[in-house]
């Protein structure tokens, strides 16, 4: 009997916390199963092997931000070799936190976080990897849902992109009967952020803070109404605004380069 071989898959990261990486490590103790569907060939958080440079990778997990010229050609680089690319969490997704730089001066920044060594340290405006290449689908989140990913992963297999909800945060929040952040006197972006991760930061006592992204079409401008009529100052709202999502803010400002 002939055994059929299994997809490659391979995970990659750049700018991040790895905390992405860690959830798949994480859910993979749980899954076994899915270490049978598929071969991962690649995946630097847990095994040093490598694939050799003539081989394809059926998936690509990107998890990280862009954030200096040379990141391009190695995104380049397994975008090439990748079947499918698939941005992991909200660093790769949307820029997310690494992007809270953009704004300022990008010699400030270095001299800030770097002292005098600042010019040993090659970096550039962080981008999601949607910036430089083609990605297929996202995985959204901060980090990602384990078992949103493990649902992704099996649709992959199968042929058909992740499922993601294309509608807000607060329909989750609603129907799992949490009483609404803006009651208790706290600030949400629930209303412009997509669902899917079962409104968890609000079922804590905890307003969202959008890591998974803006809804498609989001209105931000009722949105800032709603913070203002809470009693939040408009700085807070671009700050909280700007905590995942400066990239989507800035590219709604024509302002990303
Ligand atoms: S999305 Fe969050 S958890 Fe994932 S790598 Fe980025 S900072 Fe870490
Ligand atoms: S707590 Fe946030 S997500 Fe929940 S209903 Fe209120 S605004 Fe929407
Ligand atoms: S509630 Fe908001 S900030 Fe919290 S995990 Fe969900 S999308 Fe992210």
Redesign the pocket.
Known sequence: MTTRPRPKVAFFDFTSCEGCQLTVVDLLQDHPELLDAVEIVEFREAMSEKLPLDERYVIAFVEGSCTRQSDEARLKSIRERADLLIALGACADLGGVNAIRNPFPLQEVREYVYGEKADWYETYPARPISAVVKVDAAIPGCPIDRDEFARAVTHLLQGRMPNLPDYP??IE??SRG?V???QRGQA?L??VTRAGCG?VC?AYGY??EGCRGFVPSPNLESMREVMREAGVSDEEIESRLRIFLTYQMMELEGATS
């Open positions: 945060l607060c929040c609603k949490t609404c952040m803006y949400c629930g209303p409104a609000p307003g969202c």
